[in-house]
């Protein structure tokens, strides 16, 4: 649940709507404000047996975040359209294979929504960044203000987007904001090209086939945060009014996490549900990223500014997502 109970009234686009993020976060915004008041745009079909059951309302296929007029018909049909949530990317494995389409994507996409809701006085935009901001010189418990020097395309992407909602936030006056989503686990939707991913197959995997091959060595950490927690840090800040005595310090670069652990953790806590259940590793391309990402990250500045507390621990994440995994497949 998200945690501020009054709901105002908004039009919300979303980007990257048939994401692994995206779809979660339009089923809870349309929860919240109304099946027509969230539309959803996307590159790939959402699944829509999940969206039309749950909550039908506006989705469109093939509208490109790098092309204004796109973004402009979209805001012919829906005039209304008050805050942006920009989640179309291109993640970090998948932007190793293809760096320059990652910076096109990436950059390209943020600076035309930036200057199509600035354009338009599109007042809020909300621009998630990532873990991968970090490079290896970032100490292993990141704190919120470091030098970052990431190594893979989609941090060189993501540093350059926080300083972009940054530069946008102060010199336009615009609310623009954002989290460093750290890999985020779900039941929903698959992730697609990120080096946290294997975070999310190995639950399906063992349900399935009782055994899985993981790509990233045992002992390599990276912090985590169940979906509902990241819906949750994402709809709060985007939503959080700032007071003569509390203002916010930072825009888009809020560190947030919920638990840290390794591939040979996650294991030893899915045996705990499935006794048989077998991980082997063979490490690919991936292990690298990972190895540049610090083990965890300090959140406390989101603890402080606007209350960032996640609800799921490591465990209660695994048995949830275990319960609901199961209940899928009767
Ligand atoms: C990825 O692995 O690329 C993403 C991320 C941590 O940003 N899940």
Redesign the pocket.
Known sequence: MVSSSKSKERTILITGAAGQIGIELIIQLRKRYGNKNVIGIGRTTPPLAVLNQQCPGPFYLGVDVRKMNDLEGILKKHKDIDTIYHLAAI???EGEKNPLQCWDVNMNGTLTVLEFAKKNGISRVFIPS???AFGSDAPRQAPQDCAMHPSTM?GVT?VAGELLGDYYAKKYGMRVRGVR????ISSEAM?G?????YAVEIFYEALKNGKYECYIDADTA?PMVYMPDAIKAMIDLCEFEETENKKLTHYCDFNVTAFSFTPRQLAQKIQLFIPDFQITYKPDFRQKIAESWPDNMLDTVARQEWEWKPSFTFEAMVQDMIEKLRDRKK
């Open positions: 993640l970090s494995g990532s873990i991968g989609y993501k989503l750290p890999g985020v992730p090209g990120g080096t946290t991913d990276m």
